[in-house]
C-alpha cells in the first residue's frame, strides 16, 4: 500500500450450483490465501459465487435464499479478522424481488450491497425469469444477522487510511451496456472498479472481454478488477472459464489462461491514475450543487497502512513493445508519421531538397531512413536528399564508411566536408589552443557542422533536417544553436532506446525485400556501433574514444526515468524504487539514485535549449515541444526533486 499501490487479486473458486456450504468454504480459503500469502487487500470474488451462478429457477426457493443467508453470516465471521475489502455475489430478497448482488465486505462487516442494474434476457441468459432491476439511490436494509446496509448501485467505499483507494461495484453485463454504472462510478470519485461476472466461454469472447475491460479502464481513467465464474459451475448449457483480469488506464495488467485455477494477484498505481486524471481536462466529476447531479452513499472503511512488495511487472523499457508483431507495427507507424510530417513541410516550403549531416551513428541513420520515406511519399527522387558527412578530428574510419555506404545504398546524394581545417582558423580567431579539448574544443565542432548544412540548404533550396532524439533533448545532449537546430527535427519525438529497434526494423525489412544494395550489412554495423558524438579524437587504435553513455549515463536508464517523470509524475522517490523494481539484476541500487540524480539536474538546467526547439512530430504520449507537451520555465528548480532523494541510500 506504499506509494500509492493497492494489492487487488480476482478469485475464482470452486462452485457448485445450491451448495452454498461448499460454496462458502472455497471462498473462505480462497480469500484467506489472496490474504495471507498473496497480500492482497482488495479481494474480488465472482458473480453469485454464494449461491452458484447456473441455478435456474432454484434461485425462487426459500430453502436455497435461507442458505445464501446463512452461509453469508459463516462468512463473515470467518473473515473478520481479514483486513481486506472483499466483494463476493449473492442473490438477496428485497421487498418480495430477488436481486442479483454483489455484497461489499470488510472485516466482519457488510460496507454495502450493489445490485445488478443490467439484467440480461437473451441468447443463454434468463435472468429477468428471477432477478430484478437494481435501483440506483441506496436504501438501507437488514441481511445476513447485520442491520441498516445500504443497498444500492451508486455507493462508494472510501479508504479513510489511503485517500485514493475509492472503490464502485458492477456486475458482469453492466459493464457491456451502452452507459455502464462504472461511467458514473468515476465522475462520482470512484478510482477502483470491481466486476463480479458469470460470462461463459464462447470462441472469441475472451478477447472481445478482454478489450472491452481495457477500453472502460481506459475511459474511465481506473483501475478496473475482473472476476468471472469457474469452469465448475453448471455446464448445462454453457461452460465457464474463470477468465479473471485486472486491467488499469487501458492495459491488461494481469489475466489468466483459459479454465486456469492459478489465481492472480497484482498492483494498481492509484497515484499514477490521479495524476492522469488531473492532467485529462476532459475527465469529468459531477459538480455536486447542480440539482440532477446523481446521489451518491460513501462508505467508509480503514486498511492498516503497510509496505507492500512490488509484485506487478515494471517494464525496463516502456517505449519498447516486448511482442515482435507489436514493436513491428510500432515501429512502421513512427516512420510513418516521421516521413509524412516531413513530405509535408517540405511542400509546404517548397523545399527541393533535403540536407542532413549523415556521421554513421543511429541517429542520423534514422534521419536518413526517413528522409527516404518521406520522398517516396511525394514521387520526389532519393537523390534530392543531399547527405554531408563531416570528419572532424574524432571522426573514426568506421562510423565515415558506414554514412558513405548507407548514403549510397539508399540513393541520396553524398558530399564530404572535412571541418578541420575551418575549426582551426576558428580557434586562431578567438585564441582557443587545440591542445585544450574542452567544450568549446567539442562544441565548436558541431558549430560548424550546423553552419555547413544551413548554408548548403541555402544553396540548394533545402530544408535541414534535424536528427537528434528525444533522449538527447531530454537531457539536453545538444549542443545550443548546433545538433540543437534543424529546419524541421524528425527524430525528436522518438527515445533512444527505441531509434535502436526502429533501425533494427527497417534492418529486417531490407534484409526481407532481398537487398542487394548492402543496406542490411551496413544498417547492422551502424547498430553495433557506440553511441558517441564522436568530438575528441580517437584511440590509437582507431576506435571511438568518446561513449555517450560513459558521460550522461546509460539511455535504458534515462529512458525510465523520463517516462514516470513525464508521463507519470511520479515523485522521485518513487522512481528510484520502481527503477530498482524493474532493472534489479542489472544495475545496483547506487548507480540507479546517482544516474536518477544526473536526470533531473540535466532535465532541470537544460530546459533553455527545449523552450526554442525545432519543430518535429510528436509520435507518443511523451513529448517536450514547448509548443505542446512540456511548458515548462527554463528557470525551474531541480532542489524539490532532488530533496525527495536526499533520505534514500543505496
Not at 479481494?43 to 432454484?58: A, K
Not at 445490485?115 to 432491476?133: C, G, N, Q, V
Not at 579539448?437 to 548548403?456: F, P, S
Request: aromatic share 8%; hydrophobic share 40%; charged share 20%.
Amino acid at each position: 500500500m506504499k506509494d500509492g499501490f493497492i494489492t487487488v487479486s480476482p478469485r475464482s473458486p470452486h462452485i457448485e450450483p445450491c451448495d452454498v456450504t461448499a460454496n462458502i468454504d472455497a471462498i473462505i480459503a480462497d480469500v484467506t490465501q489472496a490474504y495471507e500469502y498473496d497480500s492482497a487487500r482488495v479481494i474480488v470474488l465472482p458473480e453469485l459465487c454464494v449461491s452458484g451462478y447456473s441455478c435456474g429457477d432454484m434461485f425462487l426457493q426459500a430453502a436455497l435464499l435461507g442458505s445464501c443467508e446463512e452461509g453469508l453470516q459463516h462468512f463473515l465471521e470467518q473473515t473478520a479478522h481479514i483486513d481486506a475489502l472483499i466483494a463476493l455475489g449473492c442473490p438477496v430478497s428485497y421487498h418480495s424481488k430477488l436481486y442479483n448482488c454483489a455484497i461489499v465486505a470488510h472485516k466482519g462487516s457488510i460496507l454495502g450491497i450493489v445490485p445488478k442494474r443490467a439484467i440480461p434476457t437473451y441468447d443463454e441468459f434468463y435472468e429477468l425469469r428471477h432477478f430484478s432491476r437494481g435501483f440506483d439511490t441506496p436504501v438501507y436494509i437488514d441481511f445476513a444477522g447485520k442491520t441498516h446496509i445500504p443497498f444500492g448501485i451508486r455507493q462508494i467505499f472510501s479508504c479513510t487510511s489511503m485517500p485514493l483507494l475509492r472503490v464502485a461495484v458492477e456486475i458482469c453485463e453492466d459493464v457491456w451496456v451502452a452507459n455502464p454504472p462504472s461511467s458514473d462510478h468515476v465522475r462520482a470519485g470512484a478510482t477502483l472498479i470491481l466486476n463480479l461476472s458469470a460470462t461463459p466461454a464462447q470462441i472469441n469472447k475472451s478477447r472481445y472481454r478482454r478489450s472491452l475491460i481495457a477500453q472502460q479502464s481506459a475511459r474511465c481513467i481506473c483501475g478496473y478488477v475482473y472476476a468471472c465464474a469457474p469452469w465448475s459451475e453448471s455446464t448445462q448449457d454453457v461452460v465457464f472459464s474463470a477468465h479473471n483480469m485486472v486491467a488499469e488506464n487501458g492495459t491488461i495488467l494481469a489475466e489468466s489462461s483459459g479454465f486456469s485455477e492459478t489465481p492472480i494477484t497484482t498492483q494498481i498505481d492509484l497515484t499514477s491514475l490521479d495524476v492522469q486524471r488531473r492532467r485529462t481536462s476532459t475527465f469529468e466529476v459531477f459538480d455536486p450543487h447542480m440539482t440532477n447531479a446523481p446521489q451518491y452513499a460513501y462508505q467508509q472503511f480503514e486498511l492498516e497502512l503497510e509496505p507492500c512488495q512490488l509484485t506487478r511487472f515494471i517494464d525496463p523499457h516502456p517505449f519498447v513493445p516486448h511482442d515482435p508483431s507489436e514493436r513491428a507495427h510500432r515501429c512502421e507507424e513512427i516512420l510513418s508519421i516521421q516521413a509524412h510530417g516531413l513530405a509535408k513541410r517540405m511542400l509546404h516550403t517548397h523545399a527541393q531538397t533535403l540536407v542532413l549531416g549523415l556521421s554513421g551513428g543511429l541517429d542520423s541513420t534514422l534521419a536518413l531512413l526517413v528522409c527516404v520515406r518521406a520522398c517516396a511519399c511525394i514521387d520526389v527522387s532519393p537523390s534530392a536528399i543531399i547527405a554531408v558527412t563531416m570528419p572532424g578530428f574524432g571522426t573514426t574510419q568506421r562510423t565515415h564508411g558506414n554514412a558513405a555506404v548507407l548514403a549510397d545504398a539508399l540513393g541520396a546524394t553524398l558530399r564530404e566536408i572535412s571541418i578541420v581545417a575551418a575549426v582551426r582558423q576558428h580557434f586562431a580567431d578567438i585564441g582557443h589552443s587545440e591542445e585544450d579539448k574542452d567544450v568549446t574544443y567539442e562544441n565548436a565542432q558541431a558549430r560548424e557542422r550546423t553552419q555547413i548544412l544551413m548554408d548548403i540548404a541555402n544553396q540548394e533550396s533545402g530544408l535541414v533536417v534535424g536528427t537528434g532524439d528525444l533522449s538527447e533533448f531530454a537531457l539536453g545532449w545538444a549542443t545550443y544553436n548546433a545538433d540543437h537546430m534543424s529546419m524541421y527535427a524528425v527524430n525528436v519525438g522518438v527515445p533512444k532506446t527505441l531509434v535502436r529497434y526502429v533501425v533494427q526494423y527497417e534492418a529486417d525489412r531490407a534484409a526481407a525485400g532481398a537487398d542487394t544494395n548492402g543496406v542490411y550489412d551496413v544498417l547492422l554495423d551502424i547498430l553495433d556501433t557506440p553511441v558517441s558524438p564522436e568530438l575528441l579524437p580517437a584511440q590509437s587504435d582507431g576506435t571511438i574514444a568518446q561513449k555517450t553513455e560513459d558521460l550522461v549515463g546509460p539511455y535504458e536508464l534515462h529512458d525510465f526515468f523520463l517516462y514516470y517523470v513525464l508521463r507519470k509524475a511520479a515523485a522521485p522517490h518513487v522512481i528510484y524504487r520502481l527503477a530498482r523494481h524493474a532493472f534489479e539484476g542489472s544495475y545496483d541500487d547506487a548507480t540507479i539514485l546517482m544516474w536518477l540524480r544526473t536526470f533531473y539536474r540535466r532535465f532541470f538546467s537544460q530546459q533553455f535549449k527545449r523552450s526554442c526547439m525545432c519543430d518535429g512530430p510528436k509520435v507518443g504520449t511523451v513529448a517536450l515541444s514547448p509548443r505542446g507537451d512540456l511548458r515548462m520555465p527554463s528557470d525551474a528548480h531541480v532542489q524539490l526533486w532532488l530533496a525527495d532523494l536526499e533520505h534514500l541510500t543505496a
